[in-house]
T-cell receptor, first 117, second 112 residues
Framework: EAGVAQSPRYKIIEKRQSVAFWCNPI?????LYWYQQILGQGPKLLIQ????????DSQLPKDRFSAERLKGVDSTLKIQPAKLEDSAVYLC???????????????FGPGTRLTVL | QKEVEQNSGPLSVPEGAIASLNCTYS??????FFWYRQYSGKSPELIMS????GDKEDGRFTAQLNKASQYVSLLIRDSQPSDSATYLC???FGTGRRALTFGSGTRLQVQP
């Protein structure tokens, strides 16, 4: 089975520019997660979707970050305008049911490495 | 703020030894616990999951959970240089939040 797909893999922008990342989850997975991983830290959840609805966006900086999953499949995460501290790897993950239990494994995509200059 | 704490390391062990990685978490009602391995420049991959007190073994890996002490550990037996990576502890804190909270990871170095 195909894994979680993300693009682009790398992106370099200047501060105050905008950027968008795309994620396609594993087929049949209802739950999609966007995590931010700053160098030397663990992934931090930005937003969680269940189908096309938002389950948790409590840690999403909504003044500059937005995300959508319009048809309950692929998703886009946008940053506008970017700041230096947004430099990080943006990981997309998906799981079948989104229960958080040990049988509901989260599978991660390869990530997008963003550098803001 | 629910937190997951790990020693950043590096933890250095010789090849063939047992590597012991530790993690503490802040909330007694936490439900499920995960260990992910992350190679440099790669995404996390799941190694083990555990939800009940005691030990759970899978090949060379053993996860240990002590909910009373709010402590979860990962033992890697017969460590190999290919085990050199960062190991992330993740907790599902429940209470309606289904995503994972990750620690900052412990970097393991297995010396040949």
């Amino acid at each position: 089975e195909a894994g979680v797909a993300q693009s682009p893999r790398y992106k370099i922008i200047e501060k105050r520019q905008s950027v968008a990342f795309w994620c396609n989850p594993i087929s049949g997975h209802a739950t999609l997660y966007w995590y931010q991983q700053i160098l030397g830290q663990g992934p931090k959840l930005l937003i969680q979707f269940q189908n096309n609805g938002v389950v948790d966006d409590s840690q999403l900086p909504k003044d500059r970050f937005s995300a959508e999953r319009l048809k309950g499949v692929d998703s886009t995460l946008k940053i506008q305008p970017a700041k230096l501290e947004d430099s990080a790897v943006y990981l997309c993950a998906s799981s079948y049911a989104g229960t958080g239990g040990i049988r509901d494994t989260q599978y991660f995509g390869p990530g997008t490495r963003l550098t803001v200059l | 703020q629910k937190e997951v704490e790990q020693n950043s390391g590096p933890l250095s062990v010789p090849e063939g030894a047992i590597a012991s990685l530790n993690c503490t978490y802040s909330d007694r009602v936490s439900q499920s616990f995960f260990w992910y391995r992350q190679y440099s420049g790669k995404s996390p991959e799941l190694i083990m999951s555990i939800y009940s007190n005691g030990d759970k073994e899978d090949g060379r890996f053993t996860a240990q959970l002590n909910k009373a002490s709010q402590y979860v550990s990962l033992l890697i037996r017969d460590s190999q240089p290919s085990d050199s990576a960062t190991y992330l502890c993740a907790v599902n804190f429940g209470t309606g939040r289904r995503a994972l909270t990750f620690g900052s990871g412990t970097r393991l170095q297995v010396q040949p």
